[in-house]
Protein backbone atom coordinates (compact mmCIF):
# COMPACT_ATOMS: atom_id res chain seq x y z
CA UNK A 1 0.00 0.00 0.00
CA UNK A 2 1.28 3.60 -1.01
CA UNK A 3 -0.74 6.15 0.83
CA UNK A 4 -0.27 9.23 -1.60
CA UNK A 5 -2.97 10.04 -3.99
CA UNK A 6 -1.42 8.80 -7.68
CA UNK A 7 -3.11 11.15 -10.68
CA UNK A 8 -4.90 8.79 -12.82
CA UNK A 9 -4.46 5.59 -10.74
CA UNK A 10 -7.11 4.54 -8.20
CA UNK A 11 -6.80 2.59 -4.78
CA UNK A 12 -3.14 2.99 -3.08
CA UNK A 13 -2.18 -0.77 -3.88
CA UNK A 14 1.44 -0.58 -5.19
CA UNK A 15 3.45 -3.85 -6.94
CA UNK A 16 6.44 -5.10 -5.92
CA UNK A 17 8.14 -7.13 -8.60
CA UNK A 18 11.74 -9.15 -7.75
CA UNK A 19 14.05 -9.53 -10.64
CA UNK A 20 17.16 -12.20 -9.20
CA UNK A 21 20.64 -13.06 -11.35
CA UNK A 22 23.32 -14.48 -10.35
CA UNK A 23 24.88 -12.04 -8.37
CA UNK A 24 21.37 -9.16 -8.02
CA UNK A 25 18.07 -9.13 -6.66
CA UNK A 26 16.19 -5.89 -8.08
CA UNK A 27 13.11 -5.20 -6.47
CA UNK A 28 10.69 -2.47 -8.77
CA UNK A 29 7.88 -0.88 -6.86
CA UNK A 30 5.17 0.22 -10.08
CA UNK A 31 1.79 1.22 -9.22
CA UNK A 32 0.85 -0.77 -12.74
CA UNK A 33 1.22 -5.34 -12.69
CA UNK A 34 1.02 -4.89 -16.64
CA UNK A 35 4.53 -6.32 -18.68
CA UNK A 36 5.25 -2.64 -18.88
CA UNK A 37 7.27 -3.07 -15.71
CA UNK A 38 9.66 -5.60 -16.61
CA UNK A 39 9.99 -4.41 -20.43
CA UNK A 40 11.23 -1.10 -19.34
CA UNK A 41 13.36 -2.91 -16.49
CA UNK A 42 14.67 -5.46 -18.78
CA UNK A 43 15.04 -3.02 -22.21
CA UNK A 44 13.54 -3.62 -25.58
CA UNK A 45 16.64 -5.12 -27.00
CA UNK A 46 16.32 -8.29 -24.09
CA UNK A 47 16.63 -11.55 -25.18
CA UNK A 48 17.25 -14.88 -23.09
CA UNK A 49 15.59 -16.99 -20.88
CA UNK A 50 13.25 -15.95 -17.76
CA UNK A 51 12.51 -18.51 -14.95
CA UNK A 52 8.90 -17.19 -14.10
CA UNK A 53 5.24 -18.32 -13.12
CA UNK A 54 2.52 -18.51 -15.82
CA UNK A 55 1.47 -14.64 -15.19
CA UNK A 56 -0.17 -13.56 -18.51
CA UNK A 57 2.31 -9.91 -18.08
CA UNK A 58 5.67 -12.14 -18.46
CA UNK A 59 4.08 -13.30 -21.78
CA UNK A 60 4.07 -10.33 -23.35
CA UNK A 61 7.48 -9.33 -23.18
CA UNK A 62 7.98 -10.94 -26.95
CA UNK A 63 9.41 -13.57 -29.41
CA UNK A 64 13.03 -13.14 -28.00
CA UNK A 65 12.47 -14.24 -24.38
CA UNK A 66 11.91 -17.63 -23.74
CA UNK A 67 9.70 -18.52 -20.44
CA UNK A 68 10.41 -21.52 -18.67
CA UNK A 69 7.64 -21.85 -16.31
CA UNK A 70 7.76 -22.96 -12.89
CA UNK A 71 6.78 -26.57 -12.02
CA UNK A 72 5.76 -25.70 -8.12
CA UNK A 73 3.13 -23.39 -9.76
CA UNK A 74 1.86 -26.49 -11.84
CA UNK A 75 2.07 -28.54 -9.21
CA UNK A 76 -0.39 -26.77 -7.11
CA UNK A 77 -3.12 -27.07 -9.69
CA UNK A 78 -3.24 -31.06 -8.97
CA UNK A 79 -3.05 -30.34 -5.55
CA UNK A 80 -6.12 -28.23 -5.59
CA UNK A 81 -7.83 -30.57 -7.60
CA UNK A 82 -6.57 -33.18 -4.35
CA UNK A 83 -7.95 -30.47 -1.83
CA UNK A 84 -11.35 -29.87 -3.35
CA UNK A 85 -12.49 -32.99 -4.73
CA UNK A 86 -12.51 -36.56 -3.10
CA UNK A 87 -13.46 -38.36 -5.69
CA UNK A 88 -10.52 -36.72 -7.96
CA UNK A 89 -7.82 -37.92 -5.00
CA UNK A 90 -6.27 -40.77 -6.48
CA UNK A 91 -5.99 -38.66 -10.04
CA UNK A 92 -4.80 -35.72 -8.18
CA UNK A 93 -2.23 -38.11 -6.15
CA UNK A 94 -1.13 -39.74 -9.28
CA UNK A 95 -0.11 -36.51 -11.00
CA UNK A 96 1.60 -34.80 -7.84
CA UNK A 97 3.80 -38.09 -7.70
CA UNK A 98 4.81 -37.24 -11.27
CA UNK A 99 6.00 -34.08 -10.86
CA UNK A 100 7.70 -34.84 -7.06
CA UNK A 101 9.40 -37.63 -9.68
CA UNK A 102 10.51 -35.23 -12.01
CA UNK A 103 11.88 -32.93 -9.44
CA UNK A 104 13.71 -36.10 -7.92
CA UNK A 105 14.89 -37.48 -11.28
CA UNK A 106 16.32 -33.65 -12.13
CA UNK A 107 18.07 -33.42 -9.01
CA UNK A 108 19.46 -36.31 -9.26
CA UNK A 109 20.79 -35.49 -13.08
CA UNK A 110 22.40 -32.79 -11.93
CA UNK A 111 24.39 -33.77 -8.76
CA UNK A 112 26.77 -36.15 -10.98
CA UNK A 113 26.76 -33.05 -13.82
CA UNK A 114 30.83 -33.11 -13.32
CA UNK A 115 30.34 -36.93 -14.29
CA UNK A 116 29.76 -37.52 -17.89
CA UNK A 117 28.30 -41.13 -17.96
CA UNK A 118 26.58 -40.58 -14.74
CA UNK A 119 24.72 -37.64 -16.44
CA UNK A 120 24.26 -39.25 -19.68
CA UNK A 121 22.36 -42.12 -17.67
CA UNK A 122 20.71 -39.59 -15.05
CA UNK A 123 19.49 -36.55 -18.37
CA UNK A 124 18.23 -40.26 -20.30
CA UNK A 125 15.76 -40.83 -17.22
CA UNK A 126 14.52 -37.24 -17.14
CA UNK A 127 13.32 -37.15 -20.92
CA UNK A 128 11.94 -40.80 -20.40
CA UNK A 129 9.60 -39.07 -18.05
CA UNK A 130 8.85 -35.89 -19.70
CA UNK A 131 7.82 -38.31 -22.27
CA UNK A 132 5.87 -40.24 -20.50
CA UNK A 133 4.28 -37.40 -18.64
CA UNK A 134 3.16 -35.86 -21.66
CA UNK A 135 1.48 -39.02 -23.01
CA UNK A 136 -0.51 -39.04 -20.15
CA UNK A 137 -1.72 -36.07 -20.51
CA UNK A 138 -2.64 -36.44 -24.07
CA UNK A 139 -4.61 -39.67 -23.10
CA UNK A 140 -6.62 -37.97 -20.55
CA UNK A 141 -7.27 -35.05 -22.60
CA UNK A 142 -8.95 -37.21 -25.13
CA UNK A 143 -11.39 -38.60 -22.17
CA UNK A 144 -14.63 -37.54 -22.93
CA UNK A 145 -15.56 -38.05 -19.34
CA UNK A 146 -12.81 -36.14 -17.92
CA UNK A 147 -14.33 -33.37 -15.26
CA UNK A 148 -14.26 -30.30 -15.82
CA UNK A 149 -11.08 -29.14 -12.82
CA UNK A 150 -9.02 -32.28 -14.71
CA UNK A 151 -9.14 -30.88 -18.13
CA UNK A 152 -8.75 -27.64 -17.32
CA UNK A 153 -5.23 -28.58 -15.07
CA UNK A 154 -4.07 -30.46 -17.69
CA UNK A 155 -5.04 -27.92 -20.74
CA UNK A 156 -3.05 -25.72 -18.80
CA UNK A 157 -0.03 -28.14 -18.89
CA UNK A 158 -0.01 -28.64 -22.12
CA UNK A 159 -0.23 -25.03 -23.39
CA UNK A 160 2.95 -24.46 -21.30
CA UNK A 161 4.30 -27.52 -21.48
CA UNK A 162 6.91 -25.79 -24.04
CA UNK A 163 8.31 -23.34 -21.48
CA UNK A 164 7.83 -25.78 -18.46
CA UNK A 165 10.14 -28.55 -20.41
CA UNK A 166 13.46 -26.27 -21.10
CA UNK A 167 15.26 -27.32 -17.82
CA UNK A 168 15.56 -30.59 -20.05
CA UNK A 169 18.16 -28.75 -22.55
CA UNK A 170 19.17 -26.02 -20.15
CA UNK A 171 20.09 -27.72 -16.87
CA UNK A 172 21.16 -24.39 -15.35
CA UNK A 173 17.39 -23.10 -15.28
CA UNK A 174 15.61 -24.34 -12.11
CA UNK A 175 11.97 -25.93 -12.39
CA UNK A 176 10.87 -24.04 -10.73
CA UNK A 177 11.26 -20.21 -9.22
CA UNK A 178 11.31 -20.18 -5.69
CA UNK A 179 14.55 -18.33 -5.31
CA UNK A 180 12.18 -15.42 -6.48
CA UNK A 181 9.81 -16.54 -4.40
CA UNK A 182 11.83 -16.27 -1.16
CA UNK A 183 13.24 -13.22 -2.56
CA UNK A 184 9.86 -11.48 -1.88
CA UNK A 185 9.59 -13.07 2.12
CA UNK A 186 11.36 -9.91 3.37
CA UNK A 187 9.21 -7.61 1.60
CA UNK A 188 6.10 -9.25 2.82
CA UNK A 189 7.18 -9.94 6.75
CA UNK A 190 8.27 -6.25 6.65
CA UNK A 191 4.40 -5.29 5.32
CA UNK A 192 2.96 -6.95 8.45
CA UNK A 193 5.03 -4.42 10.68
CA UNK A 194 4.37 -1.17 8.30
CA UNK A 195 1.74 -2.31 6.09
CA UNK A 196 2.54 0.38 3.65
CA UNK A 197 4.88 3.30 2.49
CA UNK A 198 3.00 6.81 3.40
CA UNK A 199 4.61 8.10 -0.38
CA UNK A 200 5.58 7.29 -3.11
CA UNK A 201 9.06 7.98 -2.47
CA UNK A 202 9.57 6.51 0.54
CA UNK A 203 8.05 2.85 -1.12
CA UNK A 204 10.84 3.32 -4.11
CA UNK A 205 13.69 4.17 -1.43
CA UNK A 206 12.15 1.01 0.21
CA UNK A 207 12.68 -1.08 -2.86
CA UNK A 208 16.21 0.27 -3.26
CA UNK A 209 17.38 -0.58 -0.11
CA UNK A 210 15.47 -4.29 -0.19
CA UNK A 211 17.89 -4.39 -3.71
CA UNK A 212 21.14 -3.24 -2.32
CA UNK A 213 20.96 -5.55 0.80
CA UNK A 214 19.44 -8.57 -0.94
CA UNK A 215 22.34 -8.43 -3.35
CA UNK A 216 25.01 -7.85 -0.83
CA UNK A 217 23.78 -11.34 0.59
CA UNK A 218 23.60 -12.68 -2.53
CA UNK A 219 27.43 -11.79 -2.62
CA UNK A 220 28.31 -13.35 0.89
CA UNK A 221 28.49 -9.54 2.26
CA UNK A 222 27.08 -8.29 5.29
CA UNK A 223 24.71 -5.20 4.14
CA UNK A 224 25.69 -4.02 7.62
CA UNK A 225 29.15 -4.09 7.59
CA UNK A 226 29.17 -2.86 3.44
CA UNK A 227 26.56 0.58 4.37
CA UNK A 228 29.13 1.20 7.52
CA UNK A 229 32.01 1.37 5.40
CA UNK A 230 30.13 3.64 2.62
CA UNK A 231 28.50 6.21 5.42
CA UNK A 232 31.97 6.44 6.72
CA UNK A 233 33.26 7.52 3.16
CA UNK A 234 30.32 9.81 3.17
CA UNK A 235 31.64 11.64 6.45
CA UNK A 236 35.68 11.37 4.98
CA UNK A 237 33.90 13.24 2.29
CA UNK A 238 32.55 16.42 4.06
CA UNK A 239 29.55 14.95 4.93
CA UNK A 240 28.31 14.22 1.08
CA UNK A 241 27.43 11.41 -0.66
CA UNK A 242 29.98 9.83 -3.06
CA UNK A 243 29.91 10.80 -6.82
CA UNK A 244 30.98 7.07 -7.63
CA UNK A 245 29.46 4.41 -6.23
CA UNK A 246 31.20 1.75 -8.36
CA UNK A 247 33.64 1.19 -5.39
CA UNK A 248 31.07 -0.67 -3.41
CA UNK A 249 29.24 -3.17 -5.47
CA UNK A 250 30.00 -6.74 -5.09
CA UNK A 251 31.76 -7.40 -8.14
CA UNK A 252 34.03 -4.43 -8.29
CA UNK A 253 35.56 -4.86 -4.41
CA UNK A 254 39.37 -5.73 -3.87
CA UNK A 255 39.46 -9.40 -1.95
CA UNK A 256 40.79 -6.99 0.84
CA UNK A 257 37.08 -5.68 0.77
CA UNK A 258 35.46 -8.80 0.35
CA UNK A 259 37.25 -10.10 3.11
CA UNK A 260 36.18 -7.45 5.80
CA UNK A 261 32.51 -7.38 4.73
CA UNK A 262 32.31 -10.98 4.72
CA UNK A 263 29.20 -12.57 6.05
CA UNK A 264 29.82 -13.72 9.83
CA UNK A 265 30.78 -17.55 9.70
CA UNK A 266 28.27 -19.88 10.69
CA UNK A 267 28.60 -22.66 13.04
CA UNK A 268 28.62 -26.14 11.95
Request: aromatic fraction near 10%.
Amino acid sequence: MVFEEVEGKQGHTGWLWVVVTRTTCVYLLDPSPSAQVPKQHLGAAAEGLLNVDRYSAYKALGEKMRLAFCWSHIRRDFVRVWDGYETLEAWADAWIDRINALFHGNQQRLAVRSDEADFAQGDQAVRAAVDQMAQVRDEELAQSTLHTVQRKALESLQRHWDGATIFVDHPDIPMDNNEAERGLRTPVVGRKNYYGSGSVWSGIFTAIVFSLTQTYLRNGLDPQQVLLAYFNACAQNGGKPLEDLDPFLPWNLSEEQTRAWALPSQPP
